[in-house]
Structures are given as structure tokens and as C-alpha cells.
């Protein structure tokens, strides 16, 4: 099992930590460690420095947010508080280039309730 880490806003932050967001991100963490099932992700809130740990429970790679849209919903996803949110804009957002290369992934997540080692 792998550590990984990445930053969040905390908005994104405590959707996770409350298990209110699918994270979707790119197969590899901030420093291109290939992220695999049963590895943890630390997920650091950017302005308060608090730490989520989080077990990657399943993996699954999507090619577009039209297929990760098939899936989830924008609400599910957590963006925007529900607003719908056309996959193609979410594919500007994310930038195509970085979609083509590395698609889109749904991470299922458990939060784990423990300290922090």
C-alpha cells in the first residue's frame, strides 16, 4: 500500500471528509505515484492544514465526463451544490488535453476514522 497526497480547497475538502463527493481526478497523484486499490490518499485542506485520510476502495477509468456523467451526477460528483453542469463544459474546465491523456477517473472512496499516522 502506497501514500499519496494531494491539496484541496476546502470546499472540495469537507465534501470528502464528509463523504459527500465521488472523487474524480487523474490516475496518478501530485507527484505521478500511479494511485491502485487499497492505497490511502491524505488529502491536505489548502487554508487550514487539516488532513483527511482517505482508502481507496475501487477504481474505475472513464474516457469523458459523458461517461462519468452516465454514472454520477453533477450533484453527485459535487459540484456546484447540484447545479447541472454540461459535460462538455466540465471538459473545457478540466482541460481536453489532460482528459485524452489521462481520462477520468471515479475513485469510490472510505473515509477512515482514524489518526492520522
Known amino acids: 500500500m502506497k501514500r499519496h497526497e ?3 480547497k476546502p470546499i472540495p475538502f469537507m465534501r470528502i471528509k464528509n463523504k459527500q463527493k465521488v472523487i474524480e ?15 490511502f490518499i491524505y488529502f491536505t485542506n489548502t487554508e487550514t492544514k487539516e488532513i ?19 454514472a454520477y451526477t453533477p450533484k453527485e460528483l459535487g459540484y456546484l451544490d447540484g ?7 466540465m471538459e473545457e474546465y478540466y482541460k481536453k488535453d489532460d482528459i485524452d491523456r489521462f481520462g477520468v477517473l471515479a475513485i469510490y472512496i472510505n473515509v477512515l476514522n482514524s489518526e492520522i499516522d
Open 83 to 89: 447545479e447541472e453542469v454540461a459535460p462538455s463544459d
Open 6 to 8: 494531494f491539496t484541496l
Open 52 to 70: 483527511s485520510k482517505v482508502e481507496i476502495l475501487e477504481l474505475t477509468r472513464y474516457l469523458t465526463f459523458t461517461e462519468l456523467y452516465a
Open 25 to 39: 481526478m487523474r490516475l496518478y497523484d501530485e507527484k505521478r505515484q500511479k494511485l491502485r486499490v487499497g492505497d
